[in-house]
């Protein structure tokens, strides 16, 4: 995992920046006929045609849940060509390049290396952020093919997914079971968009997340850490995951007896490797266009790219407040840009 933190630099872009191009800028579905099979003893997700309290209460239970095809079309088309541009430029010689992405954590980030003041509207704003990150995008992957993403159409279709579709399907999972017979509707509750980037398995390559946790990872640094209720991630598929190249695991919380202790960061003995694989799921199994939500204190792990073929993902993540580095910051850690549910 990449940590959410940017850079402080003085040539942040403002709100009228001029990004060299004019500010181009549905299906949706969610239905499932099939879940991912799970090992035996292990919750397997309710395979319902929406997001309905069942789904919800899953969720609330175990902490993660599948959605297959949740991307639309348009949605995958893009990610994919994004991906695969911000792949291509890493560097122009192909094993080269593999071994930068393995050095990179496998983690393509466009907005990793910009020059963000803390104070930066890019922060906190979804109009500014996404003209930074097109004008960054531009920076590292010049050229024609470059510029046929940046249309109207495909600035649309990233905005409508980053802060309208996903944080509406993630705000549904993060009511909680208790209250999904009162409220399960998109937009009942608010989210802030946290943080976005690739995550790119080259093939054939020995690169595997052993098992952890998304907020051990990424905020490491916050001295008030245990304080930070947790957010979720969607992790969207952008290729068929099969057992060859490198499918999530996931440890239900429920099947968890005593959660280690966040300040320290010392394991229970629940929370050894064995035991987590004991305890684990079996690998899940989606097809590209899936994406897979889950808390950020969840477990989880992926095996390597075994497979002749790259294993992309995107990660969006979301926050239910703003994720600060300590008290005595105001400033977001990484983003705290509000969705744009009604």
């Known amino acids: 995992m990449n940590n959410g933190k940017r850079a402080h630099a003085d040539d942040e872009v403002n709100g009228d920046d001029d990004c060299g191009w004019e500010r181009p800028w549905k299906r949706l579905v969610t239905a499932a006929n099939t879940a991912p099979q799970l090992s035996a003893g292990a919750p397997c997700p309710p395979a319902t045609s929406s997001l309905e309290r069942e789904r919800i209460a899953f969720f609330a239970t175990h902490g993660f849940v599948v959605l297959p095809e949740l991307l639309a079309d348009e949605e995958l088309r893009f990610l994919q060509q994004e991906c695969a541009l911000l792949y291509e430029q890493v560097h122009p010689v192909k094993e080269d390049a593999v071994a930068q992405v393995v050095e990179q954590g496998c983690v393509l980030d466009v907005m990793a290396d910009y020059p963000l003041r803390e104070d930066a509207a890019a922060r906190v704003d979804a109009?500014?952020?996404?003209?930074?990150?097109?004008?960054?995008?531009?920076?590292?992957c010049g050229g024609e093919q470059h510029a046929a993403l940046l249309t109207d159409e495909n600035y649309s279709v990233l905005e409508k997914?980053?802060?309208?579709?996903l944080p509406s399907f993630a705000a549904q999972l993060m009511t909680k079971s208790s209250d999904a017979e009162e409220d399960s509707t998109p937009g009942s509750q608010g989210l802030?968009?946290?943080n976005e980037h690739y995550v790119v398995k080259p093939p054939q390559t020995a690169?595997?997340?052993?098992?952890?946790?998304?907020?051990d990872e990424q905020l490491g640094m916050c001295v008030h850490r245990a304080s930070i209720p947790p957010y979720i991630s969607a992790w969207c598929a952008l290729d068929d995951v099969t057992l060859e190249n490198g499918?999530?695991?996931?440890?239900?919380?429920s099947s968890l007896a005593v959660q280690s202790n966040p300040e320290n960061g010392?394991?229970?003995?629940?929370?050894?490797?064995?035991?987590?694989d004991t305890m684990a799921t079996a690998p899940i199994l989606v097809p590209a266009g899936a994406v897979v939500f889950f808390l950020s204190n969840v477990w989880h792990c992926s095996s390597a790219n075994e497979s002749q073929a790259t294993r992309r993902a995107f990660y969006a993540q979301y926050s239910q407040s703003k994720i600060i580095a300590s008290p005595a910051n105001p400033w977001p850690l990484s983003f705290a840009i509000p969705s744009k549910q009604a």
């Open 127 to 140: 109009s500014v952020y996404l003209r930074v990150r097109f004008k960054q995008f531009g920076r590292l």
């Open 161 to 165: 997914l980053l802060f309208e579709r």
């Open 192 to 194: 802030l968009f946290f």
């Open 207 to 215: 690169v595997e997340f052993r098992w952890h946790r998304d907020d």
């Open 247 to 253: 499918p999530l695991r996931f440890v239900s919380q």
């Open 266 to 276: 010392e394991r229970d003995a629940n929370e050894s490797e064995d035991a987590l």
